[in-house]
């Protein structure tokens, strides 16, 4: 910080002046006198130490920024590109081809507010869309086809508060309704309803997000190609009913992970670790590895392992 010591205006001038001729200053009240009356170098405090920058509050600085521009549309989950995405389980296609263990993965994730302070209370109601998709980009035999995306559109309410409790800060509570599908038809089909909550909290570096859902109940097909009814009845058994994700930041490295499960007797879920390294301005490389079921739902009933290496363009934070 600094500060400035005071000094005298003109009157004050005059009086030294007359003290003066009168001789009755000594010289230690002179050299006082000039220290007050002679503007004086700036004394520098040091600094305290910088308060930790929240890149929750970061992100939604930046998002506000935003809000008010009818063009913007603001990133949400992470958008990645994965060139080398390497399974362990070769895959196969609906006629029972196998496929090549490497592909591409790739997803893009939007979100666009409808309003942004919904009942004066800095409620924002958005619009969200995420798509997940894995594509044979190497298996020129059959084309190089896209053997499996995911869509998975979202509204959402979202509420920014802080909330502390002891060492953890409760940051972000959303509730939402997604429906989440694979686009196809008959016995392929997959998809399921979900109404959410989530939780994102922080605890210095560490950023947490706790999110439970609830399935929307469908009645049961009558038989397996009809386009109604519950196409997965069994998916919450691999899905879970809750995931616990979190992100620790070190220096320009992040590093996260993804828990999916459901706590029961007969629960499957699946584990996913994530790591992210600068590699320019505006990209980051991106290693991603993940075991267990439901990496897309066409796999949603199979254990499967990979391992996938690329770039992301936006994180969470």
């Known amino acids: 910080m600094i500060y400035w010591m005071p000094r005298f205006g003109g009157n004050a001038l005059v009086g030294v002046r007359r003290l003066i001729d009168g001789k009755r200053v000594r010289a230690p ?3 006082l006198l000039a220290g007050t009356l002679l503007p004086t170098a700036a004394v520098a405090e040091p600094d305290s130490e910088p308060e930790h920058e929240s890149a929750i509050t970061r992100r939604l600085e930046l998002e506000s920024r935003l809000n008010d521009n009818p063009f913007s549309i603001t990133p949400y989950k992470p958008t990645y590109l994965l060139p080398l995405a390497y399974s362990s389980d070769r895959p196969v296609n609906a006629e029972g081809d196998e496929l090549d263990q490497v592909e591409m993965k790739f997803q893009v ?3 666009v507010p409808i309003t942004n302070n919904l009942l004066g209370t800095g409620t924002q109601f958005a619009f969200g869309y995420t798509q997940v998709a894995y594509w044979q980009a190497y298996n020129s035999n059959y084309s190089s086809p896209f053997r499996e995306t995911n869509y998975e559109p979202e509204l959402m309410l979202i509420h920014p508060h802080r909330v502390s409790l002891g060492g953890i800060t409760s940051r972000v509570f959303r509730l939402g309704v997604s429906h989440q599908s694979n686009g196809r038809s008959g016995r392929e089909s997959r998809s399921w309803n979900r109404v959410y909550a989530d939780f994102m909290m922080e605890s210095g570096d560490w950023y947490l997000s706790l999110k439970p859902w609830w399935r929307i109940p469908e009645p049961e097909k009558e038989d397996p190609n009809d386009p109604s009814g519950d196409d997965n009845p069994d998916i919450h058994r691999y899905m879970g009913n809750f995931e616990f994700s979190g992100l620790y930041y070190q220096g320009t490295q992040t590093y996260g992970f993804m828990v999916r499960n459901n706590l029961a007797s007969n629960n499957r879920g699946a584990l996913q670790l994530d790591w992210t390294f600068p590699i320019g301005d505006q990209m980051r490389g991106y290693a991603q590895l993940f075991t267990g079921y439901g990496e897309s739902l066409i796999d949603y009933d199979h254990y499967s392992n990979r391992f996938s ?9």
């Open 309 to 317: 290496l690329g770039v992301m363009l936006t994180n969470w934070l």
């Open 29 to 31: 009240v002179l050299l």
């Open 109 to 111: 994730s939007l979100k």
